[in-house]
């Protein structure tokens, strides 16, 4: 038995699941890794496949049981590759069925529920927002996961469950999905092929809070060793910056030439938001926590993370 007992990662093979599987490791947990799929990586713990949107809340509930976890994280319900009609069926059931499931154990787990800043919707340029400021989400992805926090929150400051939400702002470094803003441009970088790289991107006029998903996954790990409950925290750096600034870091750290071309629907836009910047004092008041790498650390991780990643696809590749 490890010291902190068991984890249960559900999403654990995810962008951020992944870094929290590790961290959580790396703080004496035994981590049990949730996921429909068997990851393409080395989980970092004991891999279990389970599809939440299948399961009913009886049979997880059952599954759960044998595990016996002291810690429930729930990062699962990402945005990427999905439509947005898809989106509330991919984050709000199966979070409801493990709040229904999480009702029928007789030792109720800790859970670690993962929001997003996408829940505050659209806010006015230089605001910083936090747990006191009212979520409007605009869109479909926000929306499912505010219904979340709702639940989780209501569950928490009940005193039927214990736990917390931790709402995430934007996520950069190592493993950013390839869809991703970061992702897509590293991929035109790599595949001009030495040649001077044209990035067609929307106009880049979003400033955002980005956060090394590394940073995140301290905090997650402190959460969940936190006996805070009911409470919803911001993680992010506290800071806004502009999205071109993410890519022109890129760009630096690739040394690849490029040029830059700003054109109304020549990338996927995942959010309308046009700003966002959290407050980040609760949660080094309530867990300890502050965000210690900066963001051309992320980016410089991600990028080196990313060629790694695709020299050992084309090496697949080639082998077939």
Same mark, same amino acid.
């Given at each position: $038995?490890?010291?902190?007992?068991?984890?249960?990662?559900?999403?654990?093979?995810?962008?951020?699941?992944? %870094?929290? /599987?590790?961290?959580?490791?790396?703080?004496?947990?035994?981590?049990?890794?949730?996921?429909? +799929?068997?990851?393409?990586?080395?989980?970092?713990?004991?891999?279990?496949?389970?599809?939440?949107?299948?399961?009913?809340?009886?049979?997880?509930?059952?599954?759960?049981?044998?595990?016996?976890?002291?810690?429930?994280?729930?990062?699962?319900?990402?945005? !990427?590759?999905?439509?947005?009609?898809?989106?509330?069926?991919?984050?709000?059931?199966?979070?409801?069925?493990?709040?229904?499931?999480?009702?029928?154990?007789?030792?109720?787990?800790?859970?670690?529920?993962?929001?997003?800043?996408?829940?505050?919707?659209?806010?006015?340029?230089?605001?910083?927002?936090?747990?006191?400021?009212?979520?409007?989400?605009?869109?479909?992805?926000?929306?499912?996961?505010?219904?979340?926090?709702?639940?989780?929150?209501?569950?928490?400051?009940?005193?039927?469950?214990?736990? $917390?939400?931790? #709402?995430?702002?934007?996520?950069? &470094?190592?493993?950013?999905?390839?869809?991703?803003?970061?992702? #897509?441009?590293? @991929?035109?970088?790599?595949?001009?092929?030495?040649?001077?790289?044209?990035?067609?991107?929307?106009?880049?006029?979003?400033?955002?809070?980005?956060?090394?998903?590394?940073?995140? =996954?301290? =905090?997650?790990?402190?959460? =969940?060793?936190?006996?805070?409950? &009911?409470?919803?925290?911001?993680? @992010?750096?506290?800071?806004?910056?502009?999205?071109?600034?993410?890519?022109? $870091?890129?760009?630096? /750290?690739? &040394?690849?030439? =490029?040029?830059?071309?700003?054109?109304?629907?020549?990338?996927?836009?995942?959010?309308?938001?046009? !700003?966002?910047?959290?407050?980040?004092?609760?949660?080094?008041?309530?867990?300890?926590?502050?965000?210690?790498?900066?963001?051309?650390?992320?980016?410089?991780?991600?990028? %080196?993370?990313?060629?790694?990643?695709? &020299? +050992?696809?084309?090496?697949?590749?080639?082998?077939?």
């Amino acid at each position: $038995m490890s010291a902190n007992g068991s984890a249960v990662v559900l999403g654990g093979t995810g962008f951020a699941g992944r %870094h929290v /599987c590790a961290e959580l490791r790396r703080r004496g947990f035994d981590v049990v890794v949730v996921a429909r +799929k068997p990851p393409d990586h080395e989980p970092a713990g004991r891999f279990l496949a389970l599809d939440l949107g299948q399961l009913s809340a009886g049979e997880l509930a059952r599954e759960l049981e044998v595990i016996g976890p002291r810690v429930i994280v729930n990062a699962a319900g990402s945005s !990427w590759g999905r439509t947005e009609e898809q989106m509330w069926a991919a984050v709000a059931p199966p979070t409801f069925r493990l709040l229904d499931a999480l009702a029928l154990l007789a030792e109720r787990p800790r859970l670690v529920q993962l929001g997003s800043v996408l829940e505050y919707g659209q806010v006015q340029a230089g605001t910083t927002v936090g747990a006191a400021t009212v979520a409007r989400p605009t869109g479909a992805y926000g929306m499912a996961k505010l219904a979340t926090t709702q639940a989780v929150l209501s569950q928490t400051r009940t005193g039927r469950l214990t736990g $917390m939400v931790l #709402r995430i702002a934007n996520l950069a &470094g190592p493993g950013s999905p390839e869809v991703s803003l970061l992702g #897509r441009v590293a @991929g035109l970088l790599l595949g001009a092929q030495g040649q001077r790289a044209v990035i067609e991107l929307d106009p880049l006029l979003a400033h955002r809070d980005y956060v090394d998903v590394r940073d995140v =996954a301290d =905090a997650v790990a402190a959460a =969940a060793l936190s006996p805070v409950s &009911g409470r919803l925290v911001d993680i @992010g750096r506290g800071q806004s910056f502009p999205v071109r600034t993410l890519v022109e $870091m890129l760009i630096t /750290c690739s &040394g690849l030439p =490029a040029v830059i071309v700003e054109r109304p629907g020549s990338a996927i836009r995942h959010s309308t938001e046009e !700003w966002s910047q959290v407050d980040i004092e609760p949660a080094e008041r309530l867990l300890g926590w502050r965000p210690h790498r900066s963001l051309t650390e992320a980016v410089e991780a991600f990028w %080196h993370e990313f060629v790694q990643r695709q &020299g +050992k696809t084309n090496a697949k590749w080639s082998a077939v």
